[in-house]
């Protein structure tokens, strides 16, 4: 059973059907998997922290104990309530997505503890993963596609998280604040949980646009990072108007020199730690990509290093020729 529409997720989740013996929550966007898994988790079982109620899995587990996963689906209750097995996916391995299938077929079937609960949450699965299409064609799973949030999920987003603190948002000031906002729903959450503590947590608040500018900023900075990445991305005529930006809030040509420079030093930390075994994202964010522009940088960082300055080399002198001492500008 598929449940792709928001209002039956909420309706499962909030009373999981008893005939339901697996569930499958996977997606792109990690923070929604592990919110929704943390909601179903605590409905299944009164006590989803037990350890004694509850067996948390991961890939690593599969990859050294390939039998646990259905020892675990098998073994009862210690302490009486309903058993929770809980396994989540993170790599892109084909091992642990077949040996999950195979359990969800057992486990369906009614041949390992009929009593047991298997949540699932992973990536995300292309159409090609075993595990997706068992999970689809299972009368006895559920499965739960997360996709990013759309401006109308992030606004109520804002609005249920910043009620719980008793401020608020005008609706223009709500819609600018969206405009702003991460579609990745954990960063999205501790962004409304800053708004809500510069808002004053209980002052009954209602901001608007004006009181968010001091939060918000207009920095100048920001319009460096973009030509820099703009002219990573081969794209001259934006990082053109980004750097006409900058000079008008204010910045000179050696600040676009050093954005350069800087977009230059994560460009080579992120293969760098790519390269020792890192993930490309993992390796991004640690290399402090920021997350609107994490999509564009992790594409030129696949491209390669070459290619990459090879198309922003003759962009960035010819950007920065102002900023450099008149000995190394090119004739």
Not at 44 to 59: G, I, Q
Not at 185 to 199: D, N, P, S
Not at 252 to 261: Q, S, T
């Amino acid at each position: 059973m598929i449940i792709n529409r928001r209002p039956d997720i909420e309706r499962f989740i909030a009373r999981p059907d008893p005939a339901i013996r697996v569930a499958l929550i996977y997606g792109r966007d990690t923070g929604v998997v592990r919110e929704r898994g943390q909601q179903l988790a605590a409905r299944v079982t009164t006590r989803p922290d037990d350890p004694f109620d509850v067996a948390l899995l991961n890939d690593s587990d599969m990859d050294s104990e390939p039998g646990r996963l259905e020892g675990e689906l098998a073994a009862q209750s210690m302490m009486g309530g309903r058993r929770l097995v809980r396994l989540k996916l993170t790599s892109e391995k084909s091992a642990p997505d077949k040996l999950a299938a195979e359990a969800v077929t057992r486990h369906g079937a009614g041949e390992l503890n009929p009593d047991a609960f298997f949540l699932i949450e992973a990536g995300a699965l292309g159409k090609e993963s075993t595990l997706r299409k068992v999970c689809e064609k299972s009368p006895a799973c559920a499965v739960i596609p997360c996709y990013e949030d759309e401006p109308g999920d992030i606004a109520r987003l804002v609005r249920e998280g910043l009620s719980q603190d008793g401020v608020g948002l005008t609706a223009d000031a709500l819609a600018l604040f969206v405009a702003r906002m991460p579609k990745e729903r954990g960063v999205a959450r501790q962004e409304v949980e800053r708004l809500a503590l510069f808002l004053g947590p209980g002052s009954g608040v209602t901001a608007t646009p004006k009181d968010l500018e001091t939060f918000l900023g207009v920095e100048p900075e920001a319009s460096l990072s973009d030509a820099a990445a703009d002219a990573f991305g081969g794209r001259l005529a934006q990082a053109q108007q980004g750097l006409r930006r900058a000079a008008q809030e204010g910045e000179a040509g050696p600040a676009a020199v050093r954005a350069m420079g800087n977009y230059l030093g994560r460009l080579r930390r992120t293969l760098t730690l790519a390269k020792g075994g890192a993930g490309l994202q993992e390796a991004a964010k640690a290399s402090g990509v920021f997350w609107k522009s994490e999509r564009e940088f992790l594409r030129q960082a696949r491209a390669g290093p070459w290619r990459t300055w090879t198309v922003c080399s003759p962009i960035f002198w010819r950007l920065t020729a102002p900023a450099r001492p008149q000995a190394l500008q090119i004739t």
